[in-house]
Every structure is written in C-alpha cells, then in structure tokens.
Nanobody, 126 residues
Framework: VQLQASGGGLVQAGGSLRLSCAAS????????MGWFRRAPGKEREFVSA????????SYADSVKGRFTISRDNAKNSVYLQMNSLKPEDTAVYYC????????????????????WGQGTQVTVSS
C-alpha cells in the first residue's frame, strides 16, 4: 500500500484545513487508517483513526471536537477536517494504514500501523 498525503499549508489560528490521504491498492476497506503528527522537537503522536468500514473512530483528547476523520472507500481516501486550529497543532501530519484481518476497529499506537505516507506540513500562525 502506498499512501500520499496532501492538503497541508499555512493558516491563521482559528482557521481550517482539510488533509487528504490517497491509498493505492484494491483492498482499502481491509485497512484501518490513522493520522499522526510530529511537531518540532517532539515525538510523533496519535491524532485520529478510522476503521475500515468507517464505523469506528478515535481521537486524541487534544483534537476532540475540532478535528473530524472520514473516509471514502470508493476513492481509497481518508480525510482529516481540522477546524479551530491552534498554533500547537503545527506539525508534520502523516497518514498511516493498518492491515486488519478480522473485525473492524481502530488503534492509536503508531507501532500497529504497517504503511506510512510521506507527511504534509501544517503550520498555524498566532
């Protein structure tokens, strides 16, 4: 699976961005998809994840109520709508895919994910 993230950019605090991640392959529904981010000088952290069917989602407490994850399985894509952005959201955002063999669930640990995109920079100015 190859992942291509896009949609990052520079935005003022309070603004919005929508990240997209396009996946190659024909078994997209067999993958749980996640978004992670790495801020300068910090470790990579979990942002959000969505199950293969889209029926289960998970969010980090820091983004809950501001970010929304979704997926379009017909387009092999996952999205992260980011509203009310804060300077502390500044980071490189990565999409990731976890192959799921049974069930429909999400996990928030980066070690569970098998494939990673190249990252897209999000910068929020104050």
């Amino acid at each position: 699976v190859q992942l291509q993230a896009s949609g990052g950019g520079l935005v003022q605090a309070g603004g919005s961005l929508r990240l997209s991640c396009a996946a190659s392959g024909r078994t997209f529904t067999s993958y749980s998809m996640g978004w992670f981010r790495r801020a300068p000088g910090k470790e990579r952290e979990f942002v959000s994840a969505i199950s293969g069917s889209g029926g289960s989602t998970s969010y980090a407490d820091s983004v809950k109520g501001r970010f929304t994850i979704s997926r379009d399985n017909a387009k092999n894509s996952v999205y992260l709508q980011m509203n009310s952005l804060k300077p502390e959201d500044t980071a490189v955002y990565y999409c990731a895919a976890e192959r799921i063999f049974y069930g429909d669930y999400v996990r928030g640990v980066s070690s569970a994910y098998d494939y990673w995109g190249q990252g897209t920079q999000v910068t929020v100015s104050s």
